[in-house]
C-alpha cells in the first residue's frame, strides 16, 4: 500500500528534524525564539492572521502555548502520529493468501 509508505517516510522525516533540531539547538529553546530566528517578520503575521481570522481564544488556548513547547516537540509528536497512522494502515503481518486445509 502506497499511503503506508508515504505516512512511513513522512514520519522518519519528521522524526529525524525533531533529533537535529534537539542536537543542533539547546533542547529547551522554544518553538517561537527558533522561528522568529528563521523569520523575524513571521510571529507578527502569524498572530494578526490567528486573531483576525479565528475566533479569540485560538491564540490564547491553542497557538500561544504551543509556541511556548520546546522546538523539537512538535516535530516529534507530528512524527508520532504520522507512525501511529503508518501502523495501523498497515494491517495485520502473514500471509496475505487464503490458508489451505489439509485434505487427508
Known sequence: MIIVRILSVLA???????????SIWPPDMDLKTLISMADPGFMP?????VTDNLPPWAWTELAWPLLQRPA???????????????ISLSGPKGSRTRPRRWRG
Open 12 to 22: 522518519a522525516i519528521f522524526l529525524v528534524s525533531a533529533f537535529a533540531v534537539a
Open 72 to 86: 523539537w516537540l512538535l516535530p516529534t509528536a507530528i512524527g508520532l502520529v504520522l507512525f501511529g497512522g503508518a
Open 45 to 49: 503575521a502569524f498572530q494578526g492572521f
